[in-house]
């Protein structure tokens, strides 16, 4: 009887993260309301209450689920792909549909909590050495160039990310092609015409 009650809490709790998240993207951080979410969910405050015990505190758990279903999600890209490149492209189109549900607002409401800047940062320097270990693997297989400072390329990529931000430049371009011209812009200039071949077999075109 007990695993069913936690069972039945879990689940309940999954469906408010996986909302409350979608709402967030949607239409921003400081615009959505527990009663928002609640009336949403069709459930009482007082069960949202229960499990959350404030807005920010079911942000900061939305987030770090969505991050973990991310993390399956690109175990099983990874589980599939023949070359570390189709791993990426899968993951690529994966994020790309993320990125088309984010709003500028969301991204503009992240910056006044301090809590998801330091998360954000601590991801960035796990990217780096992802990135760093992608790109050797690449080379090694013949899909991106040999003979590149691929330290200086990844270091010189996260400029450019951490200045798409700072300048805001999402308030003026969709985000979506935001991302995709950076990263299309970049692989391509690193490819080998084997790699080449990849990426336009296994990216989604942008829409």
Avoid: W
């Avoid at 690109?74 to 492209?89: C, K, R, T, W, Y």
Wanted: proline share 1%; charged share 30%.
């Amino acid at each position: 009887m007990a695993q069913n009650c936690n069972a039945h809490q879990e689940e309940v709790r999954e469906r408010i993260l996986r909302r409350a998240m979608d709402l967030f993207f949607a239409n921003g951080i400081k615009s959505v309301k527990m009663d928002d979410i609640a009336a949403d969910l069709q459930m009482s405050k007082r069960t949202l209450y229960e499990m959350f015990e404030d807005k920010e505190n079911l942000l900061l758990a939305s987030i770090r689920y969505n991050h973990e279903q991310n993390k399956r999600r690109i175990a099983e890209i990874a589980s599939q792909g023949d070359n570390p490149l189709e791993v990426f492209a899968g993951v690529f189109n994966m994020k790309m549909d993320e990125v088309r549900r984010v709003s500028a607002q969301f991204i503009t409401d992240c910056k006044r909590y301090d809590s998801i800047a330091k998360g954000f940062e601590e991801e960035s320097k796990t990217r780096k050495e992802d990135m760093l270990r992608f790109v050797n693997s690449c080379v090694e297989q013949g899909l991106f160039r040999s003979g590149v400072d691929y330290v200086l390329i990844t270091r010189m990529f996260d400029l450019v990310s951490r200045a798409m931000m700072e300048h805001e430049i999402y308030k003026e371009f969709p985000m979506q092609e935001i991302v995709y011209t950076v990263y299309d812009t970049f692989f391509r200039g690193i490819c080998t015409p084997k790699g080449l071949e990849i990426l336009d077999k296994k990216i989604n075109k942008k829409q």
